[in-house]
């Protein structure tokens, strides 16, 4: 392991202001998001859309770090240039998703374990050769009256902890990522319950399997009403039992929890990380975010698919980007949204 090169890629990736780019959507999600704009997933069209992201001008100003699938990190740009060099060339850190999805914990049964141990020291050593300096691995938890069983946060949060450890013993920054899922009609509170559950799970995990956590970045959900909850916790409720919970479950060495959106709207993600951030000014992590479809939506719209719109979807993009990081600033208002 190289402890320098590690504490390296975690500051770039959790410095102050900015936050992660999610361009890690499998086949079956990049096929749905394809879906709403009419455009076909074809691997050059999904080239095309990573490389309208990549190629926006300033993203580094508010993006440290891109999460990528592994079709995207072997891919290269219509003049040859590959698209880990094409974020290197920013002082953006690539990264990989490397975890393999997820299968129902038993037979019949709502909860998931995610796959993907077997094999993965080895598949570092290409994904290293190809400019990757982070990963990320996924787990989820269905949430309910009776759900996560504590047998499902015990087999994820063991899961999580044996990918960090060797991401970690083989030179790349882990991404311990627990969602929390918003489907559901669940109060806020029984979202902390749960939420607090599954940290403390998760961090008795990675204390045994030796995973540094100065070494590590937190990939998780705010604490937030369930999607189908008749009252909505408004940003301020979110963000005091967010920091409150984060507060009780997760030490202090964790240099960074970058949150997921986890189905929020771009506004709705940008306004919580706002009002966490201006709750933590004496928490000793960066509160940032590592976000998909709530910093990608409006590029995707705007892009359509068609070569016309490249500079239309990246000004969307980057538009997104600035907003996002003026909330890990806690310097985000809603009338940015409408600002050019």
Known sequence: MNTTELESTVRAMTARGKGLLAADE???TIKKRFDTIGLESTETNRRDYRQMLFTTDALEQAVSGVILFDETIRQSTDDGRTLTSILQ??????????DKGTIAMGPGSAEKVTEGHDGLAKRYE????????????????????????WRNIRLNAQGLARYAAITQQS?????????VLMDGAHTLERCEDVTTAVLNAVFEALALEGVQLELMVLKPNMVI???????????????????????????AAVPGIMFLSGGQSDAQATENLNAINALSAHHPWTFSFSYGRALQAPALKAWGGKKENVAAGQQALAKRARLNGAACRAEYQAAMEQAA
């Open 225 to 251: 009403s369930g999607k189908d909850c008749p009252v909505q916790a408004s940003a301020e409720q979110v963000a005091a039992a967010t920091v409150r919970c984060f507060s009780r479950t997760v030490p």
């Open 171 to 179: 030179g790349l920054v882990p991404i311990v990522e627990p969602e």
């Open 126 to 149: 290409e994904y290293y050769q190809l400019g990757a300096r982070f990963a990320k691995w996924r787990a989820v938890y269905t949430i309910s009256d009776q759900l996560p069983s």
């Open 26 to 28: 499998s086949s079956g």
């Open 89 to 98: 060339g920013k002082g953006i850190v690539p990264g990989i998703k490397v």
